[in-house]
């Protein structure tokens, strides 16, 4: 049996890890947030193409690829969304269903992909969606990957709390992984994270955050 992460529930459904001790989404509107940090952040579905391959760092509840999907079957673009996630702590089906129960929107595509999670699988195949979740520790996987993303959602829990996810050495990771023009986008724009994205080729620009949040980070490649 494949053993799963730990959560607690705060009020309002919002699941938060307890190894990390940090909420894995917004604690106001987790779908909102998503569109505006990881979509809007990244220029998305503006810049959707047939091909297009979004990349993520730490996949939790799966909540952006529902966002991301949702948003490519809006833009009727030809053949699968490409999305390649990189997550260390898989959670349980379960506790997936029970954190989307809270986003209709996600909740009411998110079916079929918890069936095949529920067994197991890590690739996820939906109308409209290729994807596959990468699991173990991203600092020894990433480096190992063979992909390019044409956009990446850097989504690790809060520096503070999960540093591994934002060092240096993975920010020049994620810049070597990105395709010409690529991009990515976070909700954090915490100095040192943006000085790691510029390293490693990006043109960062600060942009508003979502909700309480002022700010936050958006880069292309430049
Ligand atoms: C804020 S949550 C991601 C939320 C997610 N994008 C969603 O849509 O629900 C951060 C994720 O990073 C994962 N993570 C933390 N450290 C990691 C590491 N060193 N390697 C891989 N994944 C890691 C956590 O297990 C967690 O699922």
Same mark, same amino acid.
Not at 63 to 81: F, S, T, V
């Given at each position: 049996m494949v053993a799963h992460e730990k959560l607690e529930w705060k009020e309002g459904g919002v699941p938060v890890s307890?190894? %990390? #001790? #940090?909420?894995? %989404?917004?604690? $106001?509107?987790g779908l909102a947030e998503t569109r505006h940090v990881f979509l809007d952040g990244n220029g998305l579905p503006g810049r959707f193409r047939p091909g297009f391959h979004v990349a993520e760092l730490g996949f939790g509840t799966g909540l952006n690829m529902l966002a991301a999907l949702i948003a490519w079957r809006g833009a009727g673009i030809a053949g699968p969304l490409r999305f390649t996630s990189f997550e260390g702590f898989p959670l349980a089906a379960a506790d997936i269903a029970q954190a989307l129960a809270a986003f209709p929107e996600a909740a009411a595509v998110a079916g079929p992909f918890l069936e095949q999670w529920a067994q197991g699988a890590r690739v996820i195949r939906l109308p409209g969606l290729e994807a596959e979740v990468i699991i173990g520790d991203v600092r020894e996987t990433l480096p190992r990957w063979q992909g390019w993303a044409d956009?990446? &959602?850097? #989504? $690790? &829990?809060s520096p503070a709390k999960n540093p591994e996810m934002w060092g240096e050495g993975l920010m020049a990771e994620v810049g070597a992984h990105t395709a010409p023009q690529g991009s990515f986008a976070t909700y954090t724009a915490a100095g040192h994270v943006r000085r790691a994205l510029q390293a490693a080729g990006f043109q960062v620009q600060r942009q508003a955050g979502f909700g309480f949040k002022r700010h936050m980070s958006v880069g292309r490649l430049g």
């Amino acid at each position: 049996m494949v053993a799963h992460e730990k959560l607690e529930w705060k009020e309002g459904g919002v699941p938060v890890s307890c190894r %990390f #001790d #940090d909420p894995y %989404f917004s604690l $106001g509107n987790g779908l909102a947030e998503t569109r505006h940090v990881f979509l809007d952040g990244n220029g998305l579905p503006g810049r959707f193409r047939p091909g297009f391959h979004v990349a993520e760092l730490g996949f939790g509840t799966g909540l952006n690829m529902l966002a991301a999907l949702i948003a490519w079957r809006g833009a009727g673009i030809a053949g699968p969304l490409r999305f390649t996630s990189f997550e260390g702590f898989p959670l349980a089906a379960a506790d997936i269903a029970q954190a989307l129960a809270a986003f209709p929107e996600a909740a009411a595509v998110a079916g079929p992909f918890l069936e095949q999670w529920a067994q197991g699988a890590r690739v996820i195949r939906l109308p409209g969606l290729e994807a596959e979740v990468i699991i173990g520790d991203v600092r020894e996987t990433l480096p190992r990957w063979q992909g390019w993303a044409d956009a990446w &959602f850097l #989504d $690790g &829990f809060s520096p503070a709390k999960n540093p591994e996810m934002w060092g240096e050495g993975l920010m020049a990771e994620v810049g070597a992984h990105t395709a010409p023009q690529g991009s990515f986008a976070t909700y954090t724009a915490a100095g040192h994270v943006r000085r790691a994205l510029q390293a490693a080729g990006f043109q960062v620009q600060r942009q508003a955050g979502f909700g309480f949040k002022r700010h936050m980070s958006v880069g292309r490649l430049g």
